[in-house]
């Protein structure tokens, strides 16, 4: 899967779950941006203009889940505990070289949501990506 395909689909996520649950409030600057351009196209400005609460950045984990779950290289489960984001691939397939680019355009992408967050005014997170027989995938 290519990096630009993965972006494009966590972007679609986020917005998916942007909207869950406000029925009539104005969209949120985060939205307004994200709407209008890729994750590539994002400028730094953009970025500037991007705040996630720490309940829309637990929704874009797990969206990530629902929009990988039936891919290539799907996603079995994502979750925030304490500081540490754990990532685990829904195949047993280990350090493939696959597996190695899948996981390091997932840690980027969450880890450049994650600075945009509520979350970012804490430490740092650890950002995991495993298999499911538990092999780190680097």
Known sequence: MSRKLAFLITLGVLL???GCGREQESK???ESVLEKKTFEQLTEE?????????REFNLLL???VEQYGEMEIP??????FGHKIQITLGNSDGRTNANKQFARSLEETVRRFYE???YANEQQPTITVQDQSGTLIE
Do not use: T, V, Y
Request: hydrophobic share 40%.
């Open 16 to 18: 998916l779950f942007l």
């Open 28 to 30: 949120s600057q985060s």
């Open 46 to 54: 953009d970025w500037e203009e991007i705040r996630l609460s720490k």
């Open 62 to 64: 797990a969206g990530l």
């Open 75 to 80: 996603l079995e489960s994502a979750g925030m």
């Open 116 to 118: 945009h967050s509520e």
